[in-house]
């Protein structure tokens, strides 16, 4: 392995207060707006349709540039990261490791992500690349970034629609963290846990499950799972609990629809 790339939102970043200022935008309190991503999640929907359950017919992407231009918009710091976020990357770049920051978020949330001097090789979101999670010109870029071959570059994120099917059938290894709505309710998935190379619960484990498999190091063989998301469907007894779905590719109005976008 020679290159970690990390997602951002529910992976590095927390999405209390995005989803806290949304409904104070939309005026509803904060654990309305919780319970509906949360019902989203569960029913592996994109889960800003939260926002429009709240408010038929509103396109997320003009609400954000409405916001923005009330002077209400994007705003990240210190205490959005996780806490494991800069022992974990600053770990990995001592062993050795080129490490990326490439998740689905605004031109804004890189500007603000970069302003924070994370241990990190580069920082860059969708909206800079003009292409979003799932699609696989998405994974391409990665890679053009990564500075090594597929199988020598991993991605780490929680959202396995997103995350770590695209990235898998893109050739890359991939690691599921269980973290965030996403991250917790699928993690036990027979999907998920079928493809990902890795699954941890913390980003600190990841120097010491990867110490082996540095630059210069042979990693070990990855699974034989380059399959297309389509291949991944669940399968009809891969469920949950009743009911439950494993997410689809969500149609988004802006990078910034879904919290961890």
Known sequence: METIVFDIGETLVRDDRHWASWADWLGVPPHTVSALVGAAVTQGRDCADALRILR???????????????GRGEHLDETDLYPDVRPALA?????????VVAGDRTARAGELLRAMDLPADLVVTSEEWGVTKPDRDFFTRVLEVSGASPEATLYVGDHPADDLFPAKSSGLRAAHIRRGPYGHWWADHPDVMETADWRVSALT?????????????????????????EQHAPREQSTLSEGSTLPERPERSAPSDRSRA
């Open 91 to 99: 770990g990995l770049r001592s062993l050795g490791f080129r490490v």
């Open 205 to 229: 484990e990841l120097p010491a499950l990867l110490g082996g498999a540095g630059r210069g190091k042979t990693p070990a063989a990855p699974r034989e799972q380059h399959a297309s998301h």
């Open 56 to 70: 038929p017919g509103m396109d997320p992407g003009e609400a954000y540039h409405a916001r923005a231009a009330a």
